[in-house]
């Protein structure tokens, strides 16, 4: 089943409202890093109607958080593109209990 990009916005039972976003990534997604010479970059990344821009809360003035944050971004990345391979080769090889032709 495929599920689609979705957005949805959450009211708690206090009243406060949250928004869900869910970008189901495909070859029609747009991914990019916009990098400035004068302030931090943005990275964006758009499905279908949803849209969700990442950046550093003062993008006059980064900060050494800044910078941790955003490796451990890169380390989440890494580990999803870690588990997808996997998975990937789990799918490609044959079952446990096949044999072989």
Known sequence: MILPTVAELR???????GVHAALRLTGRSHLACHA???TAPIVSLTDAHV???LTV???D???PADVDM????AAVVARYITVLED???A???PAAGDVAA
Not at 11 to 17: L, M
Not at 70 to 73: D, F, I, Q, Y
């Open 61 to 63: 003035q980064v900060s």
């Open 91 to 93: 799918q490609n090889s």
């Open 87 to 89: 998975r990937i080769a």
């Open 70 to 73: 955003a490796r451990a971004l």
């Open 11 to 17: 009211f708690r039972p206090d009243g406060v409202a």
């Open 51 to 53: 849209s969700i821009s």
């Open 36 to 38: 400035y010479e004068d």
């Open 57 to 59: 809360p003062d993008p």
